[in-house]
């Protein structure tokens, strides 16, 4: 069946590094392609999505590029802030439909000053 | 405009016992789906509901049900609660099928 797979966590940076989160997929198809963010007592927020191969999705300074080839989906930033500490999740719908997601484990960063 | 809402944030039940956690999704939202997510994973799919009607189900027991209502908020019960069953449950709404989802805060189930 399908499924997602992200770099193991936690992540611990400085501000102003570069951050990379690994997450790579197993599906049937074209499916669409997500990354969730989960502040620390709040729900899950759409960061960010692409819905088709070779797609970036941008936000917040977050982006992630839909490479089929690879089947991978890596989300980065050029420069973390302490308010970007949360975790983060990859996510694969069929169809657009994102009522039927299947999410990787989450990966804990966290940004020091 | 609200957003979605859970309730209640937190419970305990005791094994064997039911439970009935409920949502009421954003204004005008036709969608809800229901996740379980254990502690340290990601969410599971329980089960997706569409205009009162169940649209997909994820790998889940029987025991494990739902409602939508003509308002479109939702309810989720779970009967028989085993201590596996703990877990933080989440709602999510949406205009449609294939739109943003806007995910609630959560409940937190406990079973001992």
């Known amino acids: 069946g399908d499924s997602v797979t992200q770099m193991e966590g936690p992540v611990t940076l400085s501000e102003e590094a570069f951050l990379t989160i690994n997450c790579t997929y197993t599906a049937t198809g074209y499916p669409s392609l997500f990354w969730y963010v989960q502040y620390p007592g709040e729900g899950l927020q759409l960061l960010l999505k692409?819905?088709?191969?070779?797609d970036k999705g941008s936000n917040k300074g977050f982006e992630a590029t839909y490479r089929k080839e690879t089947t991978s989906f890596h989300l980065e930033k050029g420069s973390v802030q302490v308010s970007d500490s949360a975790v983060y999740f990859c996510?694969?719908?069929?169809?657009?439909?994102?009522?039927?997601?299947?999410f990787g484990k989450g990966t804990k960063l966290s940004v020091k000053p | 405009e609200t957003g979605v809402t859970q309730s209640p944030t937190h419970l305990i039940k005791t094994r064997g016992q039911q439970v009935t956690l409920r949502c009421s999704s954003q204004?005008?939202?036709?969608?809800v789906s229901w996740y379980q997510q254990a502690l340290g994973q990601g969410p599971q799919f329980i089960f997706q509901?569409?205009?009162?009607?169940?649209?997909g189900r994820g790998n889940f027991p029987p025991r494990f049900s739902g409602l939508q209502f003509p308002n479109y908020s939702s309810e989720l019960n779970v009967n028989a609660l085993e201590l596996d069953d703990s877990a933080l449950y989440l709602c999510a709404s949406s205009l449609g099928l294939n739109t943003e989802a806007f995910f609630g805060q959560g409940t937190r189930l406990t079973v001992v």
């Open positions: 509901y569409y205009r009162e009607e169940e649209n």
């Open positions: 204004s005008g939202h036709n969608t």
């Open positions: 692409a819905t088709k191969a070779d």
């Open positions: 996510a694969l719908s069929h169809g657009g439909s994102q009522g039927n997601l299947i």
